[in-house]
């Protein structure tokens, strides 16, 4: 008697077991980490919700950070067995995250889409030691911004094609008061590395400049190209065309370089097309004056060759829903019909984003033929993809210093390129 | 006998004792205790975050040697001692300041303390904005009231020689409330008698407050410099928010470039190097200054 006062609560602890293993079980949850703002993720979850009642066995999350957060959230995340299974990453971050098999590589089926569905140098992007670790999203390149309603004030015609020109415009276009710069001619961005570097290369690239060597062991922007580069810097800041003062960027990649731009104390900066959006909601009426043009020339260029990166999603290898995170990608990315864009290249061109696959490109060629993002599209045949190497944050802050440097005196520019050569070189050659 | 019954109630005692700090102890040891010694661990090894700690590489006292080669740490430790100095020279003599006001004021003086604690429980990231606003060169309010003075307007975060300073007015000014609430309550455990007492031998103002005030305030004055450098070594937030550690770092500090070089550089050793070297430095000081002003108390 006492033996079975001891096996019954047993028994039934053990058929509780049994009963709630053999329970239905609930949607398959798939996590997305992503960096997209209140708007645009507000939009994406209408997708989601799509999704969700074309497939009632999964739940999808969204989790979004600022983009200076995004990274940090990532590399936390990988500490955690629940931790995102999508994320949505830059593609300089490709290597540390490959490294350190924090993501997968793509399935058969995936990579047979990714292989018809996009360019050969798009999937490049995406791709390390010969594997695509995912869906390319965003591109973004860059481009000249200009104020046309500054230039037609100053007298000028036409956006500057080459540097001499972009010299002679930029002060034109500088105005003082009391000694001090209330209109900068030429805006640079400082205190966020991209925004510093980009810009810098896509001159170097345009003046027939290299940042790394073809095998990026090396730096190789110390160059004649990258010394003519950082003097036009020079140039630019002796004669108060740039002014540092109205350059800062803070952490999330906003800050007083865009404010100056759409309060017309700009008149041109080099920047990326993915800020559209942002100028246009901030602008408003004043958005029609923005104008863009290639990148000018410097004296050993023969075309304008901006930076270009991109982004994709990539699955965690820590997923349990891989198989569910990769469905859920394809049917994102492809045609929503025949001859129609994508759920996700629509929601990129609202926010006046490139999409990466060709059908979204063509499915949206009239909207990507305005004015503004047209440059864009022109200039991405000439583009060079921003390096895919380990270290690629440190490299891409130490320029950013060294450029700093320049702009706010601390440093001589050759003085400041021999500093960044070095360290850099440091940091590439382990 | 007595002995024996001594020995069991000391016994029970001590269980008790140490029943009831159980529960402290766990919180120390999980929260404190084991991420310092979990840094430690990491200072000796190469770890990016992303793969698993079992696949962290031994780097012996390569990250040390390392950090000493490394200019942006030099600067950024350097940036820190001299944001803390201004700190620990500063901080205290406004507080006092302010303090006496405090205790003079007759007029709401509640309010006016309310006032001066006001920037203590704002959120450090919401007034880190503002302040970011204040600075603004081209459209900072504060550049605005300099042309209205007829002066120069400055760069104020945007100038390399003046972000630290902007940095530390911030601080004087988030920090001053909550010193000058210590100062307070210590100048009120000063008895009126001795006032009274220097008063009928005729001591003047300063003499009163030399020979009273500030003597019965040190013992005041030695927790606010201790808690100033023990807060200010560990500064993150403002310096993040306001400038992130630029221009070029100029106001870069510890605190943010371990954070810079854990989660943007991916480098946990190195990172983890830095965080030893300011525990330390943290440590050290505190201890240096507690019995410096034990000493000179004592004498």
Not at chain 2, 68 to 79: G, I, P, S
Request: aromatic share 12%.
């Amino acid at each position: 008697m006492k033996k079975m006062l001891f096996l019954f609560p047993l028994l039934v602890l053990l058929s509780l077991m049994m009963l709630t293993g053999c329970a239905p079980q609930g949607p398959t949850t798939v996590r997305i980490l992503a960096h997209w703002d209140a708007t645009n993720s507000e939009a994406y979850k209408a997708l989601i919700s799509e999704y969700e009642s074309q497939n009632k066995n999964v739940k999808i999350e969204l989790q979004t950070v600022p983009f200076g957060d995004l990274m940090k959230k990532i590399s936390t995340s990988e500490l955690s067995e629940n931790g995102p299974d999508i994320y949505h990453i830059y593609s300089a971050w490709l290597p540390e995250l490959v490294n350190s098999k924090a993501v997968v590589a793509i399935p058969d089926d995936i990579a047979k889409d990714i292989g018809q569905g996009y360019a050969a140098n798009i999937k490049e992007s995406v791709s390390m030691g010969g594997a695509t670790y995912g869906y390319p999203t965003e591109l973004a390149t860059y481009a000249l911004n200009y104020n046309r309603k500054l230039f037609q004030k100053a007298g000028i015609a036409e956006p500057p094609k080459n540097w001499q020109e972009l010299v002679a415009d930029a002060k034109k276009l500088t105005k003082k008061e009391g000694g001090r710069v209330v209109q900068q001619g030429f805006g640079v961005i400082t205190g966020w590395d991209s925004g510093v570097v980009h810009p810098w290369l896509s001159l170097l690239l345009s003046d027939g400049g290299k940042f790394l060597t073809d095998d990026n062991k090396k730096a190789a922007f110390n160059s004649d190209e990258g010394k003519e580069t950082i003097a036009l810097y020079k140039t630019l800041l002796d004669s108060g065309a740039i002014n540092p003062e109205m350059s800062p960027a803070n952490a999330s990649t906003m800050g007083g370089y865009q404010n100056n731009f759409e309060l017309g104390h700009t008149a041109m900066i080099i920047m990326a097309n993915w800020w559209k959006g942002g100028l246009q909601s901030t602008m408003k009426e004043n958005f029609a004056d923005v104008m863009t043009a290639p990148i000018p020339m410097g004296p050993h260029g023969d075309k304008s060759s901006p930076i270009f990166y991109s982004w994709l999603y990539s699955v965690s290898s820590k997923s349990k829903h891989q198989a569910e995170a990769w469905k859920f990608l394809k049917w994102i990315n492809s045609p929503k019909a025949a001859g129609e864009s994508s759920r996700q290249g629509t929601w990129l061109m609202n926010q006046g984003i490139i999409p990466s696959r060709t059908s979204d490109q063509t499915a949206n060629a009239q909207a990507l033929s305005d004015p503004f993002m047209k440059t864009y599209v022109d200039l991405l045949k000439d583009a060079t993809p921003f390096p895919i190497v380990m270290g690629g944050a440190e490299i891409t802050a130490t320029l950013q210093k060294q450029v700093e440097a320049v702009l706010f005196g601390q440093s001589a520019p050759n003085a400041a390129l021999d500093t960044a050569e070095q360290q850099i070189n440091a940091i590439v050659s382990k | 006998m007595l002995g024996i019954k001594r020995k069991t109630w000391d016994h029970t005692y001590s269980r008790a004792a140490l029943l009831f700090l159980t529960p402290s102890l766990v919180f120390f040891a999980v929260f404190f205790l084991f991420p310092l010694l979990f840094t430690l661990y990491l200072s000796f090894h190469e770890w990016d975050m992303l793969s698993s700690l079992r696949s962290s590489k031994w780097a012996g006292l390569a990250n040390y040697a390392v950090l000493f080669q490394d200019h942006r740490f030099l600067k950024a430790l350097t940036n820190t001692f001299i944001y803390v100095g201004a700190n620990l020279l500063l901080m205290p003599l406004i507080a006092l300041v302010v303090a006496l006001l405090l205790q003079s004021v007759k007029l709401f003086p509640r309010f006016w303390r309310l006032i001066f604690f006001l920037p203590v429980v704002t959120s450090v990231v919401a007034m880190s904005l503002v302040w970011q606003y204040i600075f603004d060169p081209t459209f900072g309010p504060l550049n605005e009231l300099l042309k209205l003075l007829g002066l120069q307007p400055q760069g104020w975060t945007m100038n390399p020689k003046q972000s630290l300073l902007s940095i530390i007015i911030v601080m004087l000014w988030q920090g001053t409330g909550y010193y000058a609430i210590i100062y307070l309550a210590g100048l009120m455990g000063v008895s009126r008698e001795y006032y009274e007492a220097a008063e009928m031998d005729g001591a003047n103002a300063w003499q009163k407050f030399w020979a009273i005030t500030f003597h019965f305030l040190r013992p005041t004055t030695e927790f606010v410099l201790v808690i100033v450098a023990v807060n200010f070594f560990q500064v993150f937030t403002p310096v993040f928010v306001i400038t992130n550690g630029g221009p070029v770092d100029s106001s870069n500090i510890l605190g943010l470039y371990i954070y810079q070089t854990a989660f943007e550089f991916l480098k946990m050793g190195k990172a983890s190097v830095m965080a030893v070297v300011l525990f330390v430095l943290v440590m050290g000081f505190s201890f240096m200054q507690i019995r410096i002003m034990r000493r000179t108390t004592y004498e």
